[in-house]
T-cell receptor
Framework: SSELTQDPAVSVALGQTVRITCQGD??????ASWYRQKPGQAPELVIYNESDRPSGIPARFSGSRSGNTASLTISGAQAEDEADYYC???????????FGGGTRLTVL | VQLVESGGGVVQPGGSLSLSCATS????????IHWVRQAPGKGLEWVAL??????NKFYADSLKGRFTISKDDYNVFLQMHGLSFEDTATYYCVKEHMTGWPNLEHWGQGTLIAVSS
């Protein structure tokens, strides 16, 4: 089965740019989606199909993919962006969904 | 769009529980619905999906055949048997984005299952 790997924790200074990455073999074939989860809340889709933003998600959120790595970039991080971020994608060989382990973003 | 989970609670190891997800604001026949769970303090884990017409159902390997997903015109269900401590989690019902899986757009608020003796 496929696996997606994320750094457990990342920090960024207020107003600076941060990139959160997600690695896995399935990303060579399939795009990733990204989710933001604030404490005590359900996850929220912030990027789908690698780089598309749902309505209501600020333009400072962007996504990209290169090789086996998908990236979520927050340009000009705000205090409210402090959260856990998860990537997901399709399993390579089956109709299964795979999640990364999550990255805790701290805005300093 | 709304998804409202119910049915969570405390259950003993080896027990069974059935979760429901009441949907509104969209046609359930047109969208695949997923269950995703999150153990306390842990990450997200995909559990299962059911297609809009209900014919296609897929499950995470880790469930070992203990869970069954089903649906009617307005609700999605998750029947769980042989529950163990590792099944303790918040269970989310999630609607796919119109572009399809694995883009999970609308999440319910979750329902908590605690497996405890």
């Amino acid at each position: 089965s496929s696996e997606l790997t994320q750094d457990p924790a990342v920090s960024v200074a207020l107003g600076q740019t941060v990139r959160i990455t997600c690695q896995g073999d399935s990303l060579r074939i399939f795009s990733a989606s990204w989710y933001r989860q604030k404490p005590g809340q359900a996850p929220e889709l912030v990027i789908y199909n690698e780089s598309d933003r749902p309505s209501g998600i600020p333009a400072r959120f962007s996504g990209s993919r290169s090789g086996n790595t998908a990236s979520l970039t927050i340009s000009g991080a705000q205090a409210e962006d402090e959260a856990d971020y998860y990537c997901n994608s399709r399993d390579t060989n089956r109709i299964h969904v795979v999640f990364g382990g999550g990255t805790r973003l701290t805005v300093l | 769009v709304q998804l409202v989970e119910s049915g969570g609670g405390v259950v003993q190891p080896g027990g069974s529980l059935s979760l429901s997800c009441a949907t509104s604001g969209f046609s359930l026949r047109a969208f695949t619905i997923h269950w995703v769970r999150q153990a306390p303090g842990k990450g997200l884990e995909w559990v299962a999906l059911v297609s809009g017409h209900g014919h296609n159902k897929f499950y995470a390997d880790s469930l070992k055949g203990r869970f069954t997903i089903s649906k009617d015109d307005y609700n999605v269900f998750l029947q769980m048997h042989g529950l163990s401590f590792e099944d303790t989690a918040t269970y989310y019902c999630v609607k796919e984005h119109m572009t399809g899986w694995p883009n999970l757009e609308h999440w319910g608020q979750g329902t908590l299952i605690a497996v405890s003796s």
